[in-house]
Each structure stands twice: as C-alpha cells, then as structure tokens.
C-alpha cells in the first residue's frame, strides 16, 4: 500500500493545472467513475446519514427530528442495550480464544506436517458454505432428540443436552457452530503467514537443540505475530457482528440468552422502524469496534515484524 | 536432524520428533474428521425421507436413499405428495430461489469485477487530480464496518422504491469494491510497463490497452477476485433478508431461513431443510471441486480485505 509521495507543493499546483487541460484526465475521470458513483451512493453518502440519523427521531412514519443527543441518552439507560452488549461479548470470549489457539495449532499442523492442497481444502470447506446452511446443518447436528450428538450421547451413556434450546448452554453451542465454520479459514490464513517464515530460522533453532515446543514460542510465534494480530482483529470484529447464526437457531432466544448487539439493532431498526434510535446503536457499535482495533495495535506495535 | 557428530542426541530427537509426529497426525486428521462429518450428516439426511430417517436415526449411511427430498423442496411434486413425505404442505420452490441468487451472485460478479478493474487500472496507471486522496478514501470503506451504512442503504433503497427488486440486492455492491479495487490496484502496478507501451505505438486507445493487452494478462487475480465475490455474494443473508424476502426476487439463503421458521416445531421437516441446505451449499463445494488450488490461494488473499 504505497500511496506515491505528493510532489512539492509548487509544482503540483502547476500539474495540476496541466493535468485538467490534457485529455488523460477526463479519461481517468470516466474511468473511475462507475466505482466513485458506488462508493458516494452506497458507502460514504450512507455512512455521513448514518451518523446524522443517529441524532433524530426517524421512524419511517412521520418527519424526522434533530432531538440531539437523545437517542444516545435512551440507549445508555436502556438495560436491554447492555444486555446485548453483555451477550455480544460473552459471545466474543467464547468465540475467539478457542477458535485462535485451535487456528494455530492448525496451521502449524499443516506447515510441519502436508503441503497438500486437498488437506487444505476440506478445512476450509465449511466457510464456503453459506452461514445460513451451516446454522441449519448443526440446528439438526444438535436437535434434542433425533440430532447426531445427542445420539452419540446417549450411546455413550450420557444424559441428552438440550444445546441451543437451554440458555445456560445456548450461546456456547452458537459459539462452537462458529468456530466449526471458521477455524480453518482462519487456520488458513496464519498458514499463509508461516510460509514467509525463512527455512534456516527453523533451521537454526534445530542446529541449538530445541524442541519442537520451544521453537515454537521462540521462532514460530512472534513471527507469525503480525498476521496473528491481523487475523485476530479481524476476527473480533467479525464475531462482534454475529447475526445469521442466530437468526436462523435461536432467533435471540431462549430467555433472550442470544439476543445480542445485531440482533438489538436489527429489531428496533427493521423491526420496529426506530431507524434513529438504531442508527445511534450502530454508531455506539462502531467506536467500539474502532477503540478495539486501535488499542490491539497499539499493544501488539502489529506493524513491525521481529523479522527485520 | 542428522547430526552426526552427536548421535545419542539425534537418536532421541528422532525418536521425539516421530512419536510427536503420530499425535500430530492424528490431531490434524480428527480435525479433518470434525470438519467432513456435519458435512456428511448433512448429505445423508437429505437422501431418506423424513419417516426412515427417524427409525433409524443413527445408521451412518443413509437409512433410505431418494431424491423425493431434492424434487420436493424444488417444487416438482404436488403440495399432497410433499406433505405425504413429511413436508409442512406450504409450497417449496427452490427451483427458483436457486435461480434467484444465481442472478444476483452472478450480476454482482460481472459488476463488480469490470468497474473494480477500470478502477483500479486509472489509480495505478492514469495521472489525475485528486488520486491518491480518493484511493485514501477507498481504503476507509474497508475499515468500517457494515452496520453503520446498513440503515441509511435501507432507507435510500425504499425511497427509490426498489424493495423486493433485484436491484436492491445487485446495486450496493455492483459498481464499486474498495477491495478489489486495492487488490487489483496493487496487481496493476506489478504489470511492466513494456506491452503497454507498445499498444499504444500501435495506436489503441487507453481503454483498448486496458481492454485487449492488460487483462487478458491478469487471468489469476481477477479469478481470485471473482472467486471472493462469489463467495460473499451467494453467502449473505442479511441484506437480501431486509430488501428481498418477497417470493419472486427471494434468494436462497434467505428462503433457508424462512423454510426453517415454517416447519413445525415439534417434528421439524429435517429431510426437506438438508435438501435445501445441500443445494445451498453445492456453489461453494462445487467451486472448491473445480478449481480448488485457485479457491485456496484465493482465501489466503482474502485475509488482507
């Protein structure tokens, strides 16, 4: 991402003005502009709106008003927000942690192990299916009754777990659907990174003696570091904005045990038609999102590998 | 792990190393076990109907083998014959709603893929003002995250009245990607500048150049782009579920989810739902089967989105 330096500032002026009158200008103009059309449309005109609306009243009904920092006072005080955020994160701590260490341990499998393609393949295959197919595959995987592990259970001896029906057990099992559609994707993607690790590091560690452990928290981990942040970041915000599953398992149920942050949003907003109420929560969505992903770079310097 | 000037030491690493190396795989192919089984589950189900599969809820194989299931939530069979074999009698047609999403995965991928690639040839190789402010721009959209323009892109789309339209679903991501363009972008700028060059002596014009000498050479990374889109396309839910759930225009993933809420809860139509999730699934695997190296390469990629 080399953004070219910009000339003085003197001659880019008179550039500039060179630029207009010659003919590669209006050709680079209609050349990009389709994708500047998209991108005001869709994109930034929609996310200045966004925030403006968060401010209002909007309700697809009547007029919309400025009444300020309202919405945002509302949402503060309103216990069912901070539910959905307790949920959301408890989602994010069941998610992520898990799906990471057994990521890594993945990705190092197959770096040490095969550099085979169909070993690849057929990890990263549950994340080429839809989310919606896969909630309804393990919807059915974990059915009380008739599902494949309760019946394992039950083989084994072992009492029926009702996963997704109870709600001291419902947003483990969301997390664990999760994790089976993602951990090889994610796994994939630190392959990746481990295969710009040099050879002759692995190489030197061996000629010292170490173990297969120790290189690994000596060479194979802080140099994987920067794609690890990076996957990780990521990651968190991806799980922070966990909907699908939900929508087509637990629809927020039971006991609203699932209902979290997009499920909050995506009632009032499309649901009730508080657009500006929801706008205000998705705002409040996006600086913590934001306030996350400054503060693990700030911790992990994510931008300077150990390599150099 | 030869070291011969110590062999004691080289005997137990080795010894270490192969012991290890059994555990490693066994740990590598029970993932693979974990991964393949739901899948497989999925698969069998979908081949007995309804009353065979729960007499027999755990023979590994399917309990019966018929495509009943696949004709039914196509909508081939009759609403009698459908609720017969455990159907909830409200007409399926998957047919169509396959149909549907292949449309819209399809218009998305031409869209995106052609303006994606006009764009990003001008910011790497056409001077203009403004570039590198606007191509800085770009690179905000892929910091922020959908929820923020996901209201106001509802409200614009009602008050075009495209709702329950195909546009409403192909439109948003059609013209522009600040991913692909970022990719494409830094693929253009690794082009030597030679066969450009020598196009445009031949007196083609820019857009010929771009046309006729640039992407026929760039075949790799507009399939790893056009593999991506897809993906993401055919995959999502949300926001077909918010401005396309209407019977005609409904794709795929969403008439998943309304499927799933019209079966009855107390005996959930499992046969029809694996049905319609195997055809769901199919794009993505199939895809994987055809040009899998390309797919996971591909993926590798997608990790700097």
Do not use: C
């Not at chain 1, 170490?210 to 799980?239: K, Q, Y």
């Not at chain 2, 062999?7 to 693979?32: E, N, T, Y």
């Not at chain 2, 149909?99 to 190789?125: K, P």
């Amino acid at each position: 991402m080399t953004i070219n330096p910009s000339p003085s500032s003197n001659t880019r002026t008179s550039n500039w003005l060179k630029m207009w009158t010659k003919g590669e200008t209006w050709l680079a103009y209609l050349f990009i502009l389709p994708g500047l059309v998209g991108f005001l449309t869709f994109f930034a005109i929609p996310a200045v709106r966004g925030l403006l609306f968060s401010f209002t009243n909007a309700d697809m009904v009547s007029e919309a008003q400025w009444i300020g920092t309202q919405n945002f006072e509302n949402i503060l005080k309103d216990e069912n927000f901070w539910h959905s955020l307790a949920v959301t994160v408890q989602y994010v701590l069941l998610n992520i942690p898990l799906q990471t260490v057994l990521a890594i341990g993945l990705a190092v499998l197959m770096n040490r192990l095969t550099q085979n393609m169909l070993v690849r393949g057929v990890l990263v295959l549950p994340w080429l299916i839809p989310n919606v197919v896969v909630a309804l595959l393990w919807l059915w995987m974990l059915d009380p009754q008739l599902g494949l592990i309760n019946q394992i259970l039950t083989t084994l001896g072992m009492d029926r777990v009702p996963f997704l029906g109870n709600p001291s057990s419902a947003m483990a099992s969301i997390a664990g659907i999760n994790i089976w559609r993602h951990v090889g994707y994610t796994a994939l993607l630190l392959f990746a990174g481990l295969q710009t690790i040099p050879k002759e590091m692995y190489e030197a560690a061996a000629i010292d003696g170490a173990t297969e452990v120790r290189t690994f928290f000596a060479v194979t981990l802080p140099l994987l570091r920067p794609v690890l942040v990076f996957v990780l970041i990521t990651s968190i915000i991806g799980s922070f904005q966990i909907f699908d599953t939900i929508a087509i398992t637990t629809k927020g149920g039971p006991v609203d045990a699932t209902r979290v942050i997009y499920w909050y949003i995506y009632n009032f907003g499309f649901e009730r038609f508080k657009m500006g109420y929801g706008s205000a929560v998705a705002v409040i969505l996006f600086l913590i999102l934001g306030t996350i992903t400054i503060i693990q770079l700030r911790l992990s310097r994510a931008n300077t590998s150990d390599l150099d | 792990m030869t070291n011969a000037s110590n062999p004691a030491q080289s005997r137990s690493a080795g010894r270490r190393f192969s012991a290890g190396k059994i555990v490693a795989w066994g740990a590598l192919i029970l993932m693979i076990i974990i991964t393949l089984v739901p899948l497989w589950w999925m698969i069998r189900t979908s081949l007995a109907t309804n009353r065979e599969m729960i007499a027999d809820p755990k023979s590994f194989l399917p309990p019966g083998f018929t495509t009943l299931n696949y004709s039914r939530v196509m909508g081939f069979l009759s609403v009698e014959e459908s609720r017969a074999l455990g159907g909830s009698g409200t007409a399926i047609n998957f047919f169509q709603y396959l149909r549907n999403s292949f449309i819209v995965t399809l218009a998305v991928l031409a869209g995106q893929l052609f303006f994606s690639s006009l764009s990003a040839y001008a910011f790497a190789r056409l001077k203009f003002p403004f570039r590198e402010k606007i191509f800085f721009l770009y690179l905000t959209a892929l910091m922020v995250p959908g929820i923020v323009t996901l209201i106001p892109n509802y409200i614009l789309i009602r008050s075009l009245g495209w709702m329950n339209t195909f546009q409403a679903m192909i439109a948003p991501t059609f013209l522009f990607s600040a991913f692909a363009i970022f990719f494409l972008r830094q693929f253009f700028l690794g082009i030597n500048h030679e066969l450009e060059e020598a196009g445009k002596l031949d007196g083609a014009s820019v857009f010929g150049v771009f046309w006729r000498v640039v992407l026929p050479m760039s075949g790799p990374p507009l399939a790893t782009i056009a593999i991506l889109i897809f993906i993401s396309t055919w995959n999502d839910y949300m926001w077909p579920l918010l401005v396309g759930s209407k019977e005609e225009v409904r794709v795929l993933t969403v008439a998943l989810g309304i499927f799933r809420s019209q079966t009855p809860q107390g005996s959930p139509d499992w046969s029809g739902l694996m049905a319609g999730a195997v055809l769901g699934a199919l794009p993505g695997v199939l895809m994987f089967a055809l040009m899998g190296k390309r797919v996971i390469n591909s993926i590798q990629f997608s990790g700097y989105r």
